[in-house]
Nanobody, 114 residues
Framework: QVQLVESGGGLVQPGGSLRLSCEAS????????MSWHRQGPGKERELVAG????????NYADSVKGRFTISRDNAKNTVYLQMNSLKPEDTAVYYC???????WGQGTQVTVSS
């Protein structure tokens, strides 16, 4: 059974940091590109960052470049999203995405507010 389980969300003040994790199971994680997406209140889901299967190539939405970093540990079947200099507009549910049938995790809430 394929599972993508996100963790690490929460409430943080503007300028703060969070690290999201997504642990995958049920497929050969190391052979698939993975990505993080988010959906803010009243907005459509959007791509935040992607990473190739070996972790050698990454891409980012313009809105997060220089602040967010995507990485992965194929030995742990886990993909990460380090989020720094968080802004209120980063508030959203963050989803992990990938695998042979383009699976979605259940999402983790990130709220940036003072």
């Amino acid at each position: 059974q394929v599972q993508l389980v996100e963790s690490g969300g929460g409430l943080v003040q503007p300028g703060g940091s969070l690290r999201l994790s997504c642990e995958a199971s049920g497929f050969t994680f190391r052979t698939y590109a993975m990505s993080w997406h988010r959906q803010g209140p009243g907005k459509e889901r959007e791509l935040v960052a992607g990473i190739s299967s070996a972790g050698l190539s990454t891409n980012y939405a313009d809105s997060v470049k220089g602040r967010f970093t995507i990485s992965r540990d194929n030995a742990k079947n886990t993909v990460y999203l380090q989020m720094n200099s968080l802004k209120p507009e980063d508030t959203a549910v963050y989803y992990c995405h990938g695998g042979p049938l383009a699976y979605w995790g259940q999402g983790t809430q990130v709220t940036v507010s003072s």
